[in-house]
């Protein structure tokens, strides 16, 4: 179960110890349009669906060797 959280910032610094989540700005989730051919992408200029928001999700869990690729990678 990912668990959001307002306004805390609990979270964040573990993601921010393991570099995952480092510099980004935001973070874009498309949306399924069933009525579209396949691989076409559509926008106008008012909202279309969702809504935007800012938010905060905990991820419970024991990170192994993930921690140490990204260490590699970005440094």
Not at 2 to 9: R, V
Not at 37 to 42: E, L, M, N
Not at 47 to 57: H, Y
Request: aromatic share 10%.
């Amino acid at each position: 179960n990912a668990k959001a959280s307002f306004p805390t910032d609990r979270g964040r610094k573990y993601w921010s110890i393991s570099y995952a989540l480092n510099n980004i700005s935001a973070i874009f989730g498309p949306d399924v349009w069933p009525s579209l051919p396949t691989g076409a992408i559509a926008s106008r200029p008012r909202p279309m669906l969702g809504g935007s928001a800012r938010f905060a999700v905990t991820i419970p869990g024991k990170v192994q060797k993930v921690d140490m690729l990204l260490q590699h990678q970005i440094r």
